[in-house]
């Protein structure tokens, strides 16, 4: 695809698409990537008994400029240069090719469905802890939340975005509340004591770090999703200046209404330890919620659950129209099912893409998907590194006029806030624990497995632009796709190394309690045992596809490659 600095070449292509265009106000998208980022503080409550109230709030702070901020950064440069349908899965194919645009998209789009039923779930669970409902009761209600959100998102961008900017105008106001609260009330330092428990091992800093790390990643996590519709945007750089804007809104969102509650809960008693923070209702857990119930009217705490309803549905809502074009885009580039790109005449919204979401979580909402939520943070965190790596090198390839807005101190510090955030994502490949590193891995190899079939049913590229994108005859794959293959295989060998040293010294003295269900992956020395051996397979693929690579593409593929 060519590109222009004043994007006509864009707007024709999504035009052809059948795709309608939408204007929509800096204001507007601001709140679409709160809800995408953010909604509410709900998620921190877990991170604070893991890792403790001062280490908590530090991994709040921190975390923004070594995480949240770069991430801001690189997608709205990335999405002011080349602001088109897919975002960050084209900002991949761009830089790095077809291969690894696909693992890109592939990960992070299967990330969003499963994260939509989460989000479900947790409204479904709200509920039925305020009014008591029984399990058909709240099915029922969370199977209406997503063919309402389902037929909005039918209806277009510019609908999606209305009703999120009211959904979002409430929650902020909701925490405010509680940051005044907190305030009002203030009890004590809020950073003591640092950790949940006295610091006994070196490895009990990683322990502690690592269970916030994983939460606070993903709090932090979803700038780029707001990219996947920019070409139904009239103007889609007001995505790089909302994100810019975002950031500070968010950081302010969980770090103060945080800071205020731990304060005010030191004064108020043994019965609001933050030991007893939790996101589960139950007999004694307490939250944001429980702030203004305690402090002003207990009546708040219905408000307050109401509130998180609310959250989880500003969420849902918008991450419908950032996933489903993650598979419309893919489908555009034939790497996917070719239904997937149909689009509705009269609003212009890949409608099958929508559907396909809604019926995803109508399936896995009725599922313990526990299993699927351990691969999800791996796969996401996956897609950003390739993203990081994409955004380095197309500085270098992109003309500099077609960028509306660059970060700020040119290219070595673009490098640095890229590597650091690089360096932290393989970090929490290995302190989330053993089987969360075994689901990951194994939900990262869907991405070349399923590119293998996709590319050689559906034709990829090659259908589009055969002479810019080879095939090898053998193969049926794109020339060099077999060393892309190699290195993949390569780098989860060595990461699956790192794991084999570090999770049996990282976990030695974890005990888990007898109600502990390890049946998925058996006792940690089976899970140990088995990361031993799923490294060696890793290696040995890498160097067949390797030397398969070797034989059947010459030096001329290779070039081509």
Known sequence: MAYDTNNSTIAMDTAERGLKKHKMSTFTVVFMIFSLVAAGCYGIEDMIPESGPGLTLILLIVLPFVWGLPFGLVASELGSARPQEGGYYKWVQEALGEFWGF?????????????????????GGYLAGLFHFNELQKYGFMAAMILVFMYINIRGVRDVGIVTNALSIFVIAAFTMVAVVGFMNWGGNPFEPITAYPIEASSDWFF????????????????????TIAGELEDPQVISRATII??????????????????????????????????????????????????????????????????????????????????????????????????????????????????VNLILCRIDFSVLVVVDVFLLVS??????????????????????????????????????????????????????????MAGIITGPVLYAIWKRFFGGLAKKDPVNNPVNPKTRLARGDMKRMSFLFLILGLVGVGG??????????????????????????????????????????????????????????????
Not at 209 to 219: D, E, F, P, Q, V
Not at 292 to 305: C, N, S, T, Y
Not at 510 to 531: C, H, K, N, R, V
């Open 246 to 359: 975002s950031v500070p809104i968010i950081m302010a969102t969980y770090i103060v209404p945080t800071l205020a509650a731990l304060s005010a809960f030191k004064g108020a008693g043994e019965e609001f330890s933050f030991l007893n923070w939790g996101s589960d209702a139950g007999e004694g857990v307490i939250g944001y919620a429980t702030l203004p119930e305690h402090f002003v009217a207990p009546a708040l705490g219905i408000f307050f659950g109401v509130v998180a309803i609310v959250a989880q549905c500003s969420i849902f809502n918008t991450y419908i129209a950032s996933g489903s074009r993650g598979f419309f885009a893919l489908a555009d580039d034939n790497l996917a099912p070719k239904f997937m790109v149909k689009v509705d005449k009269k609003h212009g919204v890949p409608y099958v893409a929508v559907i396909s979401v809604a019926v």
């Open 500 to 561: 084999s040293f570090f999770l049996p010294w990282y976990e030695a003295d974890w005990s888990f309690p007898d109600d502990y269900d390890m049946t998925l992956f058996g006792s940690q020395e089976a899970m140990w045992t088995g990361i031993r051996i799923a490294t060696a397979i890793a290696l040995a693929l890498a160097l067949v596809f390797y030397l398969v690579w070797k034989k059947v593409d010459d030096a001329k593929d290779e070039k081509a490659a």
């Open 208 to 227: 502690y770090i690592g269970a916030g790390l994983s939460i606070g990643m993903w709090m932090y996590s979803g700038y780029e999703s707001m990219s």
């Open 103 to 123: 693992q890109a998209g592939w990960w992070r789009t299967i990330s969003i469905y499963i994260d939509n039923t989460l989000y479900v779930v947790l409204a």
């Open 383 to 440: 897609s950003y590194i390739l993203v990081y790596i994409s955004a380095m090198k197309l500085r270098k390839t992109i003309p500099p006029e077609d960028y509306k807005f660059k970060t700020p101190g040119g290219y070595k510090f673009l490098c640095v806030i890229c590597v650091i955030p690089i360096c932290i994502a393989f970090f929490s490949f290995l302190v989330n624990g053993t089987d969360y590193f075994i689901g990951g």
